[in-house]
């Protein structure tokens, strides 16, 4: 078995232009999430959509459906591990709204978990 491809990130020094000056590194991940809208810590609404990028702290995430530019969310990952390969996981992200470009909306996380989830039907 291959190691596991390494990121890397070079930046010429004196280079002015540079494209990503974020404190924390962003991941580029592709999976489904739920999201819940939430007011005064209460649901609002809910929907679907797909990670983007993310990061120690935020996540960049697009939906069809049209959102605030501002308030609190709390997103739903299926992780793609599991625990102990056998127990199915989902991390949970709770966080307000940064910004909100289109179908593209970005969160700045305030708490996250993982929680066991039932494990997925095997069809049989």
Request: charged fraction near 30%.
């Given at each position: ?104 909306i970005a969160i700045k ?16």
């Open positions: 078995m291959s190691p596991a491809p390494v990121l890397i990130r070079t930046v010429r020094i004196g280079d002015t232009h540079r494209a990503d000056q974020r404190a924390h590194r962003r991941y580029p991940i592709a999976l489904d999430l739920e999201y819940t809208l939430l007011k005064r810590g209460r649901f609002e609404r809910s929907g679907v959509g797909k990670v983007l990028n993310i990061s120690s702290h935020g996540v960049l995430f697009e939906s069809d459906d049209l959102l605030p530019a501002f308030g609190r969310m709390e997103l739903t990952i299926p992780w793609p591990f599991q625990l102990d390969d056998v127990c199915p996981l989902k991390l949970v992200l709770r966080g307000r709204i940064v910004r909100s470009d289109g179908s593209e996380t305030e708490h996250h978990e993982f929680r066991t989830s039932r494990a997925r039907s095997s069809g049989t």
